[in-house]
C-alpha cells in the first residue's frame, strides 16, 4: 500500500553537477550483463552466494584441479546438496571462462541474472504495508561502483534497487563478483526512462532525493523517512538533467579537507545509512 508523501520540500535549483572519483575497470569487470540467457560467475563469494540465494538455474560448476581449500569444498558441498554437477578444470580453462577475472578457482556456468522490468515495481509496492526504500542508480558506469552500491543497498534495508537500462553498468557476472556475491539476493528492476518512472513514483506517494554535489540541501538535514527514493548520479557528470528536474530536492554530503568530492559508492552509502538511521528511529 503506497503511503501519502508525508512533508514538502523545494524543488532543486540550477547546480553545478557533481562528481566522484573515476575508476579503471579491472580484467573481467565487464559492466554490461549477457547479452544471452546464461552468464558465467566467477570467485567464491558470487558462485557461493547463487547457490544460496537459489534464483539461477545452474548448469554446471567448474572447479580448478589445482587448488584445495576450504572455501572450493564448501561450494562443492551445496552444490552436491542441490545436486548439481561439478566439474574439474584446468586453470587455463577458468582463466578463460572469467575473461581474466580472479576466479579463486571457482567458475559456474548459469542463467542470467533475475532483473525485472520496472513495470513489476508497482505488484511490489501494492503489497506493502509499510514505507519503502528504493535506491536508484543513475548512470553508474563502473561495474566496482555498483557491486558496491548493490552490496551497501541491501546492508542498509533498501527494498528495491532501479538501474537504468542504456548508459549504465548492468547486473553482469563482473558487478556480482564486485558486490562479494551480494548483488544474488538483491532485487533489481531495469528502467527504460527513469524520468517517467519517477514522476509516476511521486505521484502514488513517493519523495524523491538526488544525491549531488552543489545540492541545495544537507543530507543530515533532509527528512529521509516515508515511502523514499534515493538517486545516486553517475561517476563522472553526477545526475544527468533530465533525471535531476523529477527530484523534489537534491542532497549534498558535507565535504571539509583538500578534495571536493566524495566516490560515488561511498556517497551513496552514507546517504543510505543515513536514511536507514533515520528510518529505524521514526
Known amino acids: 500500500m503506497v503511503q501519502s508523501r ?11 553537477q557533481g562528481s566522484a572519483g573515476k ?3 579491472s580484467k573481467g569487470q565487464t559492466g554490461k550483463s549477457s547479452s544471452g540467457k546464461k552468464d558465467v560467475l566467477y570467485g567464491f563469494h558470487s558462485v557461493y552466494e547463487a547457490l544460496r540465494a537459489g534464483r539461477r538455474q545452474f548448469e554446471s560448476i567448474l572447479l580448478s584441479d589445482k587448488r584445495s581449500d576450504p572455501r572450493v569444498e564448501k561450494v562443492a558441498k551445496l552444490a552436491a546438496e542441490k545436486g548439481i ?21 571457482i567458475c559456474a556456468r548459469v542463467s542470467a541474472f533475475p532483473a525485472r522490468g520496472v513495470a513489476d515495481i508497482w505488484s511490489e509496492l501494492r503489497k ?18 555498483l557491486g558496491a552500491l548493490i552490496r551497501t543497498a541491501l546492508c542498509a534495508d533498501v527494498d528495491y534497487i532501479v538501474i537504468p537500462k542504456d548508459r549504465s553498468a548492468l547486473p553482469s557476472a ?6 562479494a556475491g551480494a548483488m544474488e539476493h538483491a532485487d533489481i ?4 526512462n527513469l524520468s517517467s518512472l519517477m514522476r509516476d513514483l511521486k505521484e502514488k506517494g513517493t519523495w524523491i532525493s538526488g544525491l549531488d ?3 541545495d540541501k544537507g543530507l543530515f538535514e533532509a527528512d529521509l523517512t516515508g515511502n523514499l527514493a534515493l538517486v545516486v548520479g553517475g561517476e563522472h557528470k553526477g545526475i544527468r538533467p533530465g533525471v535531476r528536474k523529477e527530484c523534489d530536492f537534491i542532497l549534498s554530503i558535507p565535504i571539509s579537507g583538500k578534495v571536493n568530492s566524495l566516490n560515488a559508492s561511498v556517497a551513496g552509502g552514507i546517504a543510505m545509512y543515513e536514511a ?5 528511529m521514526k
Open 6 to 16: 508525508k512533508h514538502k520540500s523545494p524543488k532543486p535549483k540550477s547546480h553545478k
Open 23 to 25: 575508476q579503471q575497470r
Open 85 to 105: 554437477p561439478v566439474e574439474n578444470a584446468s586453470l587455463e580453462t577458468l582463466e578463460r571462462l572469467a575473461f581474466g577475472g580472479n576466479h579463486q578457482g
Open 128 to 145: 506493502r504495508e509499510t514505507p519503502f526504500f528504493i535506491l536508484i542508480v543513475e548512470s553508474i558506469e563502473d561495474p566496482h561502483n
Open 174 to 179: 563482473g558487478v556480482s563478483r564486485s558486490s
Open 189 to 192: 528492476f531495469l528502467a527504460t
Open 213 to 215: 554535489a552543489g545540492g
Open 276 to 280: 536507514q538511521r533515520q528510518r529505524l
